[in-house]
């Protein structure tokens, strides 16, 4: 799906739904891509089932839920020079929302603008993932992070098994009110990642933000 655009008012709805069904064998994810699109939707922006080796380049997703939404499987998924804006407040609502069934494996975000315009509590969460990233992460990307919650994670990283990257990203924190505030944080109680390398990365902020809680 390349060079298209979609803008969507429907209360519920996904503009784009790449749809797999484990169960019959079949995959219409595997090895696509989505490129080039304007993608402006009341509801879910992106709905990934089962994306095996799925390329996501090139994008502009403005969603009032979450403009990236990753269910199942998704092994090999590259996302790279995207735009990811989430407009609706509430923790449903994270602008990467992986959800309870999923696991990720080699799953990479490169160049990426991801944005959390209003008070979302987390950029992206992966609690209660059954595993939240496996030799995957974050690369060269820019977070723009504009919550007003009194306790604020860009990153949420329970239920996380293997290796996190997150290197060389920018983390613009635009609300300077936030309290408890962490770039990343990371949850042992509830099985997190067994290695987090944190590399090379910014963060302009108008006042203290821990790194990692």
Not at 124 to 142: L, P
Not at 144 to 173: H, K, M, P
Request: net charge negative; aromatic share 10%; with cysteine.
């Amino acid at each position: 799906v390349s060079q298209s655009r979609y803008r969507c008012r429907a209360t519920v709805g996904a503009a784009i739904q790449i749809n797999g069904d484990s169960t019959s064998g079949s995959d219409t994810s595997t090895y696509g891509s989505v490129t080039g699109n304007e993608i402006d939707v009341t509801g879910l922006g992106i709905l990934v089932e089962r994306g095996i080796g799925l390329k996501l380049g090139y994008n502009q997703v403005i969603a009032t839920s979450s403009p990236l939404v990753l269910a199942d499987d998704c092994q090999g998924l590259h996302s790279f020079n995207n735009r990811y804006e989430c407009t609706s407040a509430g923790e449903s609502n994270h602008t990467i929302q992986v959800r309870s069934t999923s696991y990720l494996t080699n799953v990479f975000f490169d160049h990426d603008e991801i944005w959390s315009s209003t008070a979302d509590t987390y950029i992206m969460d992966t609690a209660g993932v059954t595993r939240g990233f496996e030799g995957g992460g974050f690369r060269g990307c820019v977070f723009v992070f504009r919550s007003q919650s009194t306790s604020s994670r860009i990153l949420q990283l329970s239920e996380s098994q293997g290796a996190v990257y997150v290197d060389n990203n920018v983390f613009d924190i635009r609300d300077t009110g936030i309290t408890n505030r962490y770039l990343v944080s990371i949850d042992e109680s509830a099985g997190a990642a067994t290695s987090v390398y944190f590399r090379g990365n910014k963060a302009l902020s108008g006042s203290f933000m821990g790194v990692i809680s």
